[in-house]
């Protein structure tokens, strides 16, 4: 028999986990998003009591997440480390004067949306030559 498809193994895992973990608890819900770091991207999914932390550049995005263990509006521990990161550690979001969260401070690095990691890259690095 041949081994699924390349990706399917992961689709399977994220239902799987799912099922078992169930939906996550209402306060928890907005702890979501995909955040960026020079790095690296992860995703914030929240299922059951707690919030897993993906890598979506994995064929398996579940593949050794953390997972935060929220103790107040915008913060958390990880009560699950991986390679990259220490149990224990305090995981924090950012919000903006309106509010809006606008990062999330975990592992020792910052990571923000796609929009902010851009406007700091270019305005580090200059901003991007057309080639013509």
Do not use: C
């Amino acid at each position: 028999m041949d081994p699924p498809p390349y990706g399917w193994g992961g689709v399977a895992e994220i239902l799987r986990r799912f099922a078992r973990e169930g939906a996550p608890a209402r306060r928890l819900a907005d702890w979501t998003g995909r955040w960026w770091s020079i790095w690296r991207a992860l995703d914030l999914v929240p299922m059951g009591d707690k919030v897993v932390v993906t890598h979506p550049d994995l064929a398996n995005p579940f593949e050794e997440a953390a997972e935060i263990s929220v103790s107040s509006r915008d913060r958390g521990r990880l009560a699950l480390a991986n390679g990259f990161d220490s149990h224990g550690e305090e995981v924090h979001r950012l919000r903006n004067r309106q509010g809006d969260v606008i990062g999330v401070r975990l592992g020792g690095g910052e990571y923000r949306t796609e929009a902010r990691l851009a406007a700091e890259m270019e305005k580090r690095y200059g901003g991007r030559k057309d080639a013509k």
